[in-house]
């Protein structure tokens, strides 16, 4: 009754079937891992929220790579800004999704360390071909306080690091490439100012993350695990219909042809 499964047609019915099985059910694990990792970071940035600011130089160090559990960690350091090795991060969208510049100052420590401050958003206003127009800050030895980042890579944000871009302008942030720059120690990921706050409306403070969405990726795991167990519930529905249809075939009677007249 089933002998026309081995068909060639339900041969690479079958195949497909079986391959597709354990590919949706690591898709649902792909979907899993992606929600833990969601989770995990959400903790992360929530405890690094609520902790008590500490110095800077206690979490990062010239060199260094800012660790996982301190991302968005709150630091303080003491200084002054130096605005005139400041640069602007190319590209980069507020809140609005309006495109521009962000601020990246250093900032002299008391012991001649540099911290790296972005210091927020402004408007791009017209091509990106000159350098903007940017707020002073605070002038004198001032206190700072920020979320600890660390440096991009074009592999975690996607950014490509074009060069030969106009002159103090860059697509990332990074520590090491800003040390190269000044010819001085610079601690190791840079912070998001969060005050002083700006004395105008810009640049635009960055705003705190997004940390209680924990995104759709659970409800993609389990739908791709309904769909690896739909295709053999599919395939024995399909080879049930297809034996149905061929009794059926076989029961009708087959019509005879008319007796020649004598």
Known sequence: ???????????ILTLVALALIPTMIELGFWQLHRHEHKVALN????????????????????????KHADLYRRVTAKGHFDTAHEVVVRRRTNADGAVGYHVLTPFVLDDGKVLMVNRGWIPANGAQTAFPKIPVPASGEITVTGRLMPDETTAVSGIKNVQGLPDRQIMLISSGQQADRLDKQVLGGY???????????????????EH???GPHMAYAIQW????????????????RDARERAEAEEQPSEEPAPAAA
């Open 1 to 11: 009754m089933y002998r026309f499964l081995l068909s060639r047609q339900w041969v």
């Open 43 to 66: 903790k992360v940035i929530a405890d690094s929220l609520a902790a008590k600011p500490v110095p800077a130089e206690s979490l990062t160090s010239p060199g260094a790579t800012v």
């Open 191 to 209: 912070i998001e100012l969060t005050s002083p706050a700006p004395k105008g409306d810009t640049p635009e403070l960055i705003p705190a993350p």
């Open 212 to 214: 209680s969405d924990i």
């Open 225 to 240: 695990w309904l769909f690896s167990a739909g295709v053999p519930v599919g395939w024995v529905v399909l080879a049930r």
